[in-house]
């Protein structure tokens, strides 16, 4: 989410590089509504937290591929339990 951009003495742009910020309270507190939304382990919850004291925006990124991932997998689980439903109704 928050990323600076650190310029060489030239001040040219293709010569910046990207660094890490830590999140501020603030993107600490989107960061929790984000992830407590969705019932997951405490693990997931303090590893975001830990990422986010390093790298805000890692710590998203940490956060919503875990969500993707999860919602994923349990979307093909229900898929399943429909199909296997509609195998025992025949």
Do not use: G
Request: hydrophobic share 45%; aromatic share 12%; charged share 25%.
């Amino acid at each position: 989410m928050s990323k600076v951009l650190v310029e060489d003495l030239f001040n040219e742009p293709e010569w910046a590089e990207a660094t890490a910020v830590p999140a501020t309270d603030r993107e600490l507190l989107l960061l929790t509504e984000r992830i407590s939304s969705f019932e997951i382990p405490m693990q997931v919850f303090l590893q975001a937290v830990a990422i986010a004291a390093y790298d805000c925006a890692s710590a998203f990124r940490y956060a919503d591929n875990y969500l993707m991932t999860h919602h994923k997998n349990k979307r093909k689980n229900l898929r399943v339990f429909k199909s296997l439903h509609n195998f025992e109704n025949n």
